[in-house]
């Protein structure tokens, strides 16, 4: 099994640019989210589901959409890149119960 | 402030020492989580406590829960470079199903 994929790996945006952060996963996980991890902030959770056609904020929602078409799949979308959006993102599933989650290798963004 | 707080933030230690992280919340807790980063990759589950008092061990970290005080520990004994990385707790706020996390430990091994 992949587990949970994130692309890109690495990422350059100029201030005001929008782009898609891609997550999918192949374990029929209910459970996805976002997260941002940031020098000595450890991580903040973005936007969250709980199964596909369902979503919800987490803590640093601003500037982030996002959306559950499939099971598989939960892109992040930034709408108009900021520089404090410079961060490291991670994506992860879960099935829930006492299971924790399987997070992807994280995507480095920065915004210029 | 964040809801779940860690102590300390960074952790030196002399390989062979033991050492503890804490991890305390400012919610009831209802299942708590710790996981391992090592630098500049994702998260690995290390073990879940759910019930006040409950202990688990994964290899030679073991993670106590202390429901009254809503606060967890994680202990490493006689520790190795190879523990060395991030340590996160995370916790599940039911029933919301936000899943979040604490500021994390840095842990360092020195040889």
């Known amino acids: 099994n992949a587990g949970v994929t994130q692309t890109p790996k690495f990422q350059v945006l100029k201030t005001g640019q929008s782009m898609t952060l891609q997550c999918a996963q192949d374990?029929?996980?209910?459970?996805m989210s976002w997260y941002r991890q940031d020098p000595g902030m450890g991580l903040r959770l973005i936007h969250y589901?709980?199964?596909?056609?369902?979503?919800d904020q987490g803590e640093v929602p601003n500037g982030y959409n996002v959306s559950r078409s499939t099971t598989e799949d939960f892109p992040l979308r930034l709408l108009s890149a900021a520089p404090s959006q410079t961060s490291v993102y991670f994506c992860?599933?879960?099935?829930?119960?006492?299971?924790?989650?399987?997070f992807g290798s994280g995507t480095r963004l920065t915004v210029v | 402030s964040q809801e779940l707080e860690q102590s300390p933030q960074s952790l030196i230690v002399q390989e062979g020492k033991n050492l503890t992280i804490n991890c305390t919340s400012s919610?009831?807790?209802?299942?708590l989580y710790w996981y391992k980063q090592k630098y500049g990759e994702g998260l690995i589950f290390l073990m879940m406590l759910q019930k006040g008092g409950e202990e688990k061990s994964h290899e030679k970290i073991t993670a106590k829960l202390d429901e009254k005080k809503q606060q967890s520990s994680l202990h490493i004994t006689a520790s190795q470079p190879s523990h060395a990385g991030i340590y996160l707790c995370?916790?599940?706020?039911?029933?919301?199903?936000?899943?979040?996390f604490g500021t994390g430990t840095r842990l360092k091994v020195l040889a």
């Open positions: 919610k009831t807790l209802y299942g």
């Open positions: 374990m029929n996980h209910e459970y």
């Open positions: 992860a599933s879960s099935r829930g119960g006492r299971d924790g989650y399987t």
């Open positions: 995370g916790a599940d706020r039911t029933p919301t199903y936000k899943y979040i």
């Open positions: 589901s709980v199964g596909a056609g369902i979503t």
